[in-house]
């Protein structure tokens, strides 16, 4: 659906209810934003510096702004760009955005503890990448990773060598423990 201001995707449908009629609004997030403070500053009186407790909708803009900038320390991707995606960069996003991501992933799938079952791996299949059980592991990979990529930039090849090398040992490590159970 289109924004009844612009030609931007509607990414916020608000339903204002005045007097017993209804009123629909469809907007892109930029005339969201304005729409939201504009009705803020005019339900609030003008003498009233009431800054105590309550978070009013302007503040909901403010701080939607400030969740949006929130960048991953692993693969860069900030919090505006999962929500335009929807998808995440890395696994380390579930831990650098856990506060916002867990009221959705509870919404989704009504809780935010994995109940199902796992699936079986294939241990004959030499091409099959392993994977540590823990998160913390694989995030270390992708930091390193990161950390090639960054020194490839910057032309220390020493650096990215040593880097590749404790990847690969990690990563044999990995398999080391996956064969043995």
């Not at 009123?23 to 403070?37: F, S």
């Not at 609030?44 to 009013?56: A, H, T, V």
């Not at 299949?125 to 090639?148: N, W, Y």
Request: charge should be negative; glycine fraction near 6%; aromatic fraction near 4%.
């Amino acid at each position: 659906m289109q924004c009844q201001q612009c030609d931007k995707q509607a990414m916020f449908h608000i339903t204002e209810l005045e007097t017993g009629d209804v009123r629909e609004l469809h907007l892109c997030e930029d005339h969201a934003r304005v729409y939201l403070n504009q009705a803020e500053a005019d339900s609030q009186p003008e003498d009233s510096d009431d800054e105590s407790g309550s978070i009013g909708v302007g503040q909901t803009a403010k701080e939607l702004s400030e969740i949006d900038q929130k960048v991953c320390d692993m693969c860069g991707i900030t919090f505006f760009e999962f929500r335009n995606q929807g998808r995440l960069g890395c696994p380390h996003d579930y831990v650098q955005f856990e506060e916002e991501l867990e009221p959705l992933i509870a919404n989704i799938h009504g809780d935010v503890k994995h109940t199902g079952c796992r699936p079986n791996r294939d241990k004959s299949a030499e091409d099959q990448s392993v994977l540590p059980e823990s998160t913390e592991e694989l995030t270390s990979v992708i930091g390193m990773r990161k950390e090639i990529r960054e020194a490839v930039e910057g032309e220390d090849y020493e650096v990215a060598g040593k880097l590749r090398d404790d990847i690969k040992k990690i990563l044999h490590q990995w398999q080391a423990e996956e064969t043995k159970q």
